[in-house]
């Protein structure tokens, strides 16, 4: 309950502070909130936007734990008028004492090639509860995050760039097309709607934060069914390091709109390749839903 009573401290506190109904918080895949994507909408005027998400299982990147950790997250962000743009976002997984296991700070901007052509540049701070074991991204301190859009109307691509380093670096290339379908009914009246956003995504990268998630968590191997041959010398293969494909996914988000917030609940399918080292990952069905409020 203490922490339900938390994420809605931090969800209300920004109530006293005027909005557009859009937001534009950067977005990747490293990211775990649950959020519609709405990143490709610059904001003509200030705002300030939040919203609090519930998650079947923690994923990086394509990655997951040996088990699920089930999780809630919150994330507020706070967009100017000019593009520019400074977010907080906190993580709690389920069943564990942290109070929070997660709790990022950043800043970026948004703008136009074209008006077609958009994109958003940012970079964030990650700070992690060291009981935070679960956490499969801590190996990385820092990201460095480049998104691209191309809007054709009948299809949306998106070319996301992801730098991070800290106890390793990583880059990451995703790459999604998705399909808008917007109700051209109404549920309870004229001024709600229903969206549906089916995605197709692609996610290429190296993965050297997948040793030194395990070697600097070596204490929980026998608890998360993970070998390596000598948890105190870590090792770093060559192939961790390499640029390969990681993931595939399809995700159909479904959600019911009103002019000051939205409701989404999400099916996500994942299929991870090219598994290198320490965790065992496989064909995955991941649930999520997401609450989200923009204050005028």
Same mark, same amino acid.
């Given at each position: 309950m203490k922490y339900f009573c938390l994420l809605i401290a931090l969800f209300t506190c920004n109530a006293l502070y005027a909005a557009p109904a859009k937001l534009c918080p950067p977005s990747s895949e490293f990211t775990l909130t649950a959020k519609p994507d709405t990143t490709d909408t610059i904001v003509k005027k200030a705002s300030i936007s939040a919203g609090v998400s519930y998650g079947s299982d923690v994923q990086f990147f394509g990655r997951t734990g040996p088990i699920k950790y089930p999780y809630v997250s919150s994330d507020v962000?706070?967009?100017t008028k000019n593009g520019f743009l400074l977010y907080t976002y906190g993580l709690k997984i389920l069943g564990y004492n942290p109070l929070f296991d997660e709790i990022d700070f950043g800043g970026g901007y948004l703008f136009h090639y074209s008006k077609r052509f958009t994109g958003t540049i940012s970079y964030t701070h990650f700070f992690f509860n060291r009981d935070a074991a679960q956490v499969i991204k801590s190996?990385?301190?820092?990201?460095? *995050?480049?998104k691209n859009t191309f809007d054709l109307k009948f299809l949306k691509f998106n070319a996301i760039g992801d730098y991070l380093f800290g106890d390793e670096n990583d880059i990451f290339v995703t790459v999604n097309a998705t399909k808008h379908f917007e109700s051209k009914f109404s549920v309870f009246n004229d001024k709600d709607y229903l969206t549906l956003d089916p995605t197709v995504s692609a996610i290429m990268g190296t993965q050297n934060f997948v040793q030194r998630y395990a070697t600097d968590h070596a204490y929980r191997l026998d608890i998360d069914d993970i070998y390596v041959d000598n948890p105190t010398e870590p090792k770093f293969s060559q192939d961790n390091s390499q640029f390969n494909m990681l993931n595939y996914s399809i995700k159909i988000p479904?959600?019911? *709109?009103?002019?000051?917030?939205?409701?989404?609940?999400?099916y996500k399918y994942s299929i991870p390749v090219n598994v290198e080292g320490l965790l065992k990952n496989h064909h995955e069905s991941f649930y999520s839903l997401t609450f989200f409020y923009v204050f005028y």
């Open positions: 962000i706070y967009n190996a990385s301190s820092n990201d460095i *995050n480049w479904i959600a019911y *709109n009103r002019p000051h917030y939205t409701l989404e609940f999400a």
